[in-house]
């Protein structure tokens, strides 16, 4: 299993890091928030979890050990691979998804992109007790490096598009988020990807 990888960072996409390692660029897929804490020629250090199909090899890669583990956790479930757990971390840090499994949160789950209703009322019935119990660190939040402010926008539209939104709907939502950024920026600020991409996608979730 590869824990980690850390070396200085290659190339970004928008749900992918290339790191490279030894001479090889490790290509790491990411989440939006942990791709907006890398800068390219930055060193990076992210945990990452192998995971191996008859016809891949997929690295996925997070900003610490628990994220890793949460990922890996709620893979336990059935009907949750990889991209699901991914998306879930997308929205919710660790402590936030543990809380919501412990209390029973199905409205913190059905903001997550693939969960409706009955997808969430299933999941929490096989998770509850595997996540285990909040930890208190639900305020360390993804808050995701500073975005410039004048990028925000390409980069909370990629992170969208990312977890499978269409472009037309991932436009609305930066549009509706806009006012939030702006008043940061305003304040002399700058807009956080992370803080953004939540808001943007409870409107979403409004939206359905």
Known sequence: MIAFVSGPVAALAPDTAV???GGVGMAVQCTPDTLSRLRVGEPARLATSLVVREDSLTLYGFADDDERQ???LLQTASGVGPRLAQA???VHAPDALRRAFATGDEKALTAVPGI???GAQKLLLELKDRLGAPTGSAARTPAAAPAAASGWQEQLHAALVGLGYAPREADGAVEAVAPQAEAVVA???TPQVGRLLRAALQT????R
């Open 70 to 72: 949460t990922f890996e």
């Open 88 to 90: 879930m971390l997308a």
């Open 187 to 189: 304040d002399g600020g």
């Open 204 to 207: 979403l979730n409004r939206a």
């Open 116 to 118: 409706g209703k009955k």
């Open 19 to 21: 790191v490279e390692v």
